[in-house]
């Protein structure tokens, strides 16, 4: 009787992929929407663009100027995030972006 070779099973480690801490902007950080909501993390921003209207969204966001980026930069220090919000040419498109870098926090 010829005996069959085992066949090996590859072994795969799971890679853990490390979730960044949710940044929480100070009270004097806070971004103020000019249609009165007030902003601490990057959740309260995702919830802010589904929200707002395009008009606002074009207050803060525009050729001239994205001050979205510039808080995500600046306050929550994600310069990653704040390259898309450059790139994103529309309110719905900048929310999918936050909610999509969402995924990296814990």
């Known amino acids: 009787m010829v005996k069959k070779p085992k066949k090996s099973v590859k072994k795969t480690a799971k890679k853990t992929v490390k979730k960044l801490p949710l ?34 969204y074009r207050y803060h966001a525009n050729p001239e100027k994205n001050d979205f980026a510039k808080w995500v930069d600046e306050v929550l220090q994600d310069k990653i995030l704040s390259a898309y919000l450059l790139k994103a040419e529309s309110r719905q498109e900048a929310e999918k972006t936050v909610q999509d870098r969402l995924k990296v926090y814990a």
């Open 23 to 56: 940044v929480n902007a100070e009270d004097q950080c806070r971004f103020w929407v000019c249609d009165d909501q007030i902003l601490s993390n990057l959740k309260d921003l995702a919830g802010a663009l589904g929200r707002m209207s395009d008009e606002t």
